[in-house]
């Protein structure tokens, strides 16, 4: 069984309460250890991210605390192998439906594949004004 480091845990401060308990339950669940890369994002971090093109919207669900990226650990370092996300959606899947949260994988979307986000469907989690 995986544990969250505090680095992780602290990567998750901010971040909605459902969607950080999904995360707990696929780290149980799941087959590939992982961390958390990053919860909440600040406004000029996802400028940067846009001009830069690591993302392509303004708009993310990182802003408001309702997405988080992972990383899969593998031997004691940080991997970035397609197969191993895909196996950690699988626990994550798994999670979300046991607790019945509605998330989205990065993993899924057709125009820009974002392996190691998860985020909490837009339809079910509207931001609250």
Known sequence: MFNFSKNSLDKMEGVHQDLQDVAHLALELSSIDFGISEGCRK????REFVRTGVSQTMNSRHLTGHAIDVFAYV???ARWEWELYAEIN???KKAAKILKVDITWGGSWTTFKDGPHYQLNWA???IQP
């Open 43 to 46: 406004m000029c971090t996802q």
């Open 90 to 92: 699988k626990a994550f």
């Open 75 to 77: 031997g004691g370092q």
């Open 124 to 126: 079910s989690y509207p």
